[in-house]
């Protein structure tokens, strides 16, 4: 027993540092997560500094050192194997149920798959924005920019979240809008936000903006989703300023602030604080366009996995990895939502506030809106600290002076049956929740005329 316990205590010695230098050769420490660090650098070096001890030390501590070092190794090469065997994830769960009870069929692909199948068929499908990394971004005058919005004139793939993935045609500048509306003497209501604002998870006609279009036909969308507070200044600077709105309705999310965090990490987004900052991104489209392009094909390559590549993965620790960047995740946004609140807001105000002054400048009026989070009318939802935040957020916003439309107690007061507002626990407002809400905002919007 104890020769054989020393072999796989050898093997494991060799494979631990086997790996490592994998990763070494071919992963740089700026890419890696605290996870994988730990795992394979700083675990391997200890494992070895533990090796060269346990030859001076007493027989049975050695023993006792081997089975713990081994048995970690295999606790998480099994950790691993569960999730590789994992069923579908509950977010499919949830939209294969939400299908079932609509009567819908359930579209199984991923994004991916949907791609590449259009693409073998000859329809060309986007994934939407694509982001900026530190090490990839398109150059406009030779100066590093942030995408606002994605890839022009194609047919975007926004989501799935009840049954079938929905699509919309894009606009000239990437955003989600008929090509007319970009006449400036037409703009009369010009929308901000995230991917609720967007179109997310609706048919356009049915999307909260779709529906603000039936009594209001010019109107313009720049929503995109995924984006916070400052990405949210910068297309409004990039895009929407010159085009003078009489109305400017920005939707504020429950998120925001969270996202704020870290579009204050990105120095491009920074430079939208500045007054005089702009990238003239509305006048390099074929730039950003031609990024899209070299991205989109990036992903798709870079998720054909082969035999190789999972078995790499899972050496890797890959999905392991994953869970605890996920959890570690969490528990950074729930730091953030606690220390970051005070230092969020005043930035929060100054963006509100430069909004604010551009929509005096030509006598157009600024409606803030207010979206709640799904926990606060879903009790199966998972629960968001930045629901505190609501009370600071709406104090900030009658400083300034701002219209205001508080979407909270619409949905606290709903007659009907809170769950049919939202189609699950893990999707945007069904077509319910959005003409509440749009019906919501052109109350408002009447006030004003």
Known sequence: MKKYLNILYILSVCGTFFVSGYVLINFSFHNLTTFQLLTFFIAPTLYFLVSILSVVIDKTIRLLLQINIVALILSAYCTELYFVLQPASHHDTEIKETAAKLNLKMDERTRKEVIIEAQNNGVYLTFGRHKATDTNFPLVKNISVYPLAGQSNTLRLVCNEYGPWLTYLSDKHGFNNREAVWDKDQVKILALGDSYVEGYCSPNPKTIIGKILDNYPNTINLGIAGTGPLAQLATFIEYGQQLSPKIVIWFYSEYDLADLNYELKDKRLNQYLSSSFSAE????????????????????????????????????????????NKSQSNIELRDILVSGLSKNLIVYKKIIKRVKKIVNSWDGHLVLVYLPAKSRYLDEARQYPGLKMRPHILQTWRNLGVKIVDLVPVFKNYNGEKSELVHNAVSHFSENGNALVANTVLSTLEKLK
């Open 281 to 324: 991104l509305i006048n390099n489209q074929k730039i950003i366009d031609q990024f899209s392009i070299i991205e989109r094909r990036r992903l798709l390559i870079r998720n054909k996995l082969t035999r190789v590549q999972h078995l790499k993965n899972f050496i890797l620790l890959q999905k392991t990895n994953a869970a605890v």
